[in-house]
């Protein structure tokens, strides 16, 4: 079903579709234990039955409509400071993918949902080896929204949703591979500057009032962008503040 992309030079080169799994993430880690497996190798199926999200949630989709897959990369040279550049790299992808397929509103919901109209398009769930302060290996997984319809949870959309068509999914992979790979090459090559810039340029919110809380406690603040380490800097009305992973959420 899924072919072996003719426009990269490894993600997806080694290519493995099963039917259904539970999840692959869980897969391709399980695999990598046992044999070595070459930089940029995609487990990919159409029915995941226990797709696993950020935070300990569940990723649901329907079978047989939308991209679940997880590619393995070697980031070696991040130390685990700078693993936020590997989810800068993969939001900032995802966007011009969806770019790529007419979408051009994409914007990255701190760290790493993927939006349009303030609806989710795609998650991503990074999940890295780390051993002497260095990224071993990435098991990095996708789920997109390509022609699902209808969806349980609130906040939804996919690509033909937002589209009006719908879209081949081996094309879509193809296109998806291409710009995580071009956009993985330029972190590997040192363009840290411009992988910053445009990370915050798809990045929801900046520079606008919203809501968010943190604590217990609800606040308006303006997303200013974040810091070395990707955490989220908000100007509070009399305070800068800096957030971590789960130590703020925003109210839509
Ligand atoms: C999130 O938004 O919470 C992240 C969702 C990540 C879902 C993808 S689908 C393919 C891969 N396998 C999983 O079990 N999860 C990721």
Redesign the pocket.
Known sequence: MYKIPANTLFAGQNLIFVPECQ????LLAELVTKSPLPEGTVMITSH?TA?????G?T?QTVAGLNL???ILLKPMFLTVKQQFQLTMAVSVAVCLFLKKCGLENAKIKWPN?ILTDREKIC???IENSIQDEKIQHSII???VNINQHEFQAARATSLCRQTGKEHDLNEVLQILLSELESVYLQLRAGNNEWLKSMYLQHLYGRNELLLFESQGERFEGVIKGIDEIGRLVIDRSTTQSVYAMKEVTFIF
Do not use: M, Y
């Not at 999840?23 to 869980?26: A, D, F, G, H, I």
């Not at 797709?51 to 935070?55: A, L, P, V």
């Open positions: 999840s692959t993430n869980t995941q797709g696993r999200g950020q935070r949630n990723w679940t897959f997880s949902d998650g991503i769930l997984g996708i789920g």
